[in-house]
């Protein structure tokens, strides 16, 4: 499978990774994506510990719980210092899926809340790749 990685560093705007997930949500649902795209935010606080949340595990939280989450979590990065957040995409496409998967490691850092962020591509040839699996894994 090919397998790639898109990293978005937002910095400390919060409201541009709750915008850039909201996009992301909605097409996974609209286009019938699944598990072919999965989201994985990593959150630094000025206090040095990362705390990370899955977006697949959002959609499955009741939807009366959702906006709570997102008032808790722009105040967090309001009154937070210095915390970053870093978005990670996987795409998981089959290998007759290709053209699908070019497409949308095109179209996803074209997209407005994602052209604000530092973005990164990793592909499974490069270098990195290993080490940027392995930390999206251990992301919860």
Not at 15 to 42: D, P, T, Y
Not at 75 to 97: A, C, M, P, T, W
């Amino acid at each position: 499978m090919a397998h790639s990685y898109l990293i978005f560093d937002f910095g400390t705007d919060e409201e541009a990774v709750q915008q850039a997930r909201h996009r992301l949500e909605s097409w996974k649902q609209g286009f019938r994506l699944g598990n072919k795209m999965l989201l994985k935010f990593e959150r630094q606080g000025s206090s040095g510990v990362d705390a990370a949340k899955d977006g697949a595990a959002k959609s499955s939280v009741g939807e009366g719980k959702a906006p709570v989450g997102k008032k808790n979590a722009s105040k967090e990065g309001k009154s937070e210092l210095g915390g970053n957040v870093r978005l990670l995409i996987r795409l998981d496409f089959s290998d007759h899926e290709k053209l699908s998967h070019q497409r949308w490691l095109d179209r996803i850092p074209s997209e407005e809340p994602f052209k604000s962020a530092g973005a990164e591509t990793i592909r499974h040839n490069d270098p990195a790749f290993k080490k940027t699996a392995e930390h999206f894994e251990s992301l919860d």
